[in-house]
C-alpha cells in the first residue's frame, strides 16, 4: 500500500466533507485514510458516514486529547501505507498533486519527509495569500540542490538551520515516510501548538527532506482558527522545541540558529507577559534569560522597563514618542 491519509478531527463536522472529497480525488495513490475523531462533540461520525460507506476512509475515536499530537500518533500507528500525508481537516488538497510528490519519494529513498507550497484562503477558498512560503527568505537561501523542474534536496543541517529561524513546512503538504516516523519517535504529545515542527525538525535531522515548489493544498483560515489567548503558550512550547534541538544538534553553526531562536522566544515571552499580563516579575525573568543567553538591545530595554516604576516607564513611552 502506497499511501495513508490522517486526518486528526475535533468538531469539524461542517468542514471535513470537501477536505475529504479533494483527498479522494487521488485515488490513484491514496489507499486509505484514516480519520481520528480526537472527543468531537458535533455531528462528526453523520458527516463522516457516507465517506465510511466507500471502504477507503475509516474513523478511530478517541477521547479527547487537547491537541493533534495525540490523533497524529494514533494515525500513523493505524497506517498501513509506505508514506503518510498529514492533513489537517478544514485544509483542500490539490489532488493532482499529490502523486508527483510520492513518485519524488519513490526516488529519493534516502529523504524522510516532502513538503509543498500552498495558498492562504478564506473559507470560502478565495485566496488571499498566493503561494504563501515564496516570502519565506530562509527557505530560498536553501534551495540550492535542484532534484527536478519543480524540487530541491535539503540537506539536514542546512534543513534544520532554516526551519528553527522560521518554519517553511505547511502540515497539510507534509508525505513523511513511515518508517522514518516510527524511527524518530512519535510526535510530542506535551506540546498543543508545536508538535509539528517538533516533528519536522526531528526528522529533517534523521535524514535529507525535499521541497517541492508546487501548491500542494489551499489553507482555509477561518475567524476562530487562532485565538489571541493562545499566543503566549505557543512561544513557551518554541522556547521547549529550540531547547531540544540545541541538545540534539552536534553542527555549531545550526546549534548557533537554534539558540538565536529560542532567545527571540524569550523576549516575545517577556513581552507578552509585560504587555497583555502586566506581570512584570516574570517579564524579568523572560528578558533576563534572553539577555544572558543572547546579548541584545531588545533584551536590555526590556530589563530596564520591568524594572522602571509604572509613572516612570509611562512618562519614557511618552517621551520617546515626542521623537518619533
Known amino acids: 500500500m502506497k499511501l495513508s491519509v490522517v486526518i486528526p478531527a475535533y468538531n469539524a463536522a461542517n468542514r471535513i466533507s470537501s477536505t475529504l472529497d479533494s483527498v479522494l480525488a487521488a485515488t490513484d495513490v491514496v489507499k486509505e485514510v484514516i480519520v481520528v475523531d480526537d472527543g468531537s462533540t458535533d455531528d462528526l461520525p453523520a458527516a463522516l458516514a457516507p465517506y465510511l460507506a466507500s471502504g477507503l476512509v ?10 493533534p499530537a495525540s490523533p497524529r500518533n494514533r494515525g500513523v500507528a493505524e497506517a498501513r501505507g509506505q508514506y503518510v500525508l498529514f492533513l489537517d481537516a478544514d485544509d483542500i488538497i490539490i489532488s493532482h498533486e499529490v502523486k508527483p510528490a510520492v513518485d519524488l519519494m519513490d526516488l529519493h529513498p534516502d529523504v524522510s519527509m516532502i513538503c509543498g507550497n500552498f495558498h492562504i484562503t478564506d473559507p470560502s477558498l478565495n485566496v488571499v495569500v498566493p503561494r504563501a512560503l515564496d516570502r519565506f527568505a530562509n527557505l530560498a537561501q536553501v534551495l540550492r540542490q535542484k532534484v527536478s523542474e519543480d524540487a530541491w534536496l535539503l540537506p539536514s543541517d542546512e534543513a534544520v538551520s532554516a526551519l528553527v529561524q522560521r518554519n517553511f513546512v505547511g502540515t497539510s503538504s507534509v508525505i513523511a515516510r513511515r518508517t522514518e516516523l516510527i524511527r524518530v519517535g512519535p510526535f510530542d504529545e506535551s506540546l498543543r501548538h508545536l508538535d509539528d515542527r517538533d516533528m519536522w525538525i526531528r526528522l529533517a ?6 521541497y517541492r515548489r508546487r501548491v500542494f493544498y489551499n489553507y482555509r483560515d477561518f475567524p476562530d482558527s487562532i485565538s489571541k489567548k493562545r499566543e503566549l503558550r505557543q512561544f513557551r512550547e518554541r522556547v521547549v522545541v529550540a531547547e531540544k534541538t540545541i541538545k540534539a544538534l552536534s553542527n555549531p553553526e545550526t546549534r548557533q540558529f537554534a539558540h538565536r531562536w529560542r532567545c527571540e522566544c524569550m523576549l516575545k515571552i517577556g513581552n507578552i507577559l509585560f504587555d497583555e499580563h502586566s506581570k512584570k516579575r516574570s517579564a524579568l525573568v523572560a528578558f533576563s534569560t534572553a539577555f544572558w543567553a543572547c546579548p541584545s538591545g531588545g533584551a536590555v530595554r526590556g530589563c530596564i522597563k520591568t524594572l522602571l516604576p509604572e509613572r516612570l516607564y509611562k512618562w519614557a513611552i511618552r517621551l520617546r514618542a515626542s521623537f518619533n
Open 58 to 67: 475509516r474513523m478511530v475515536r478517541q477521547k479527547n486529547s487537547g491537541g
Open 205 to 210: 535531522m534523521s535524514s535529507p527532506i525535499m
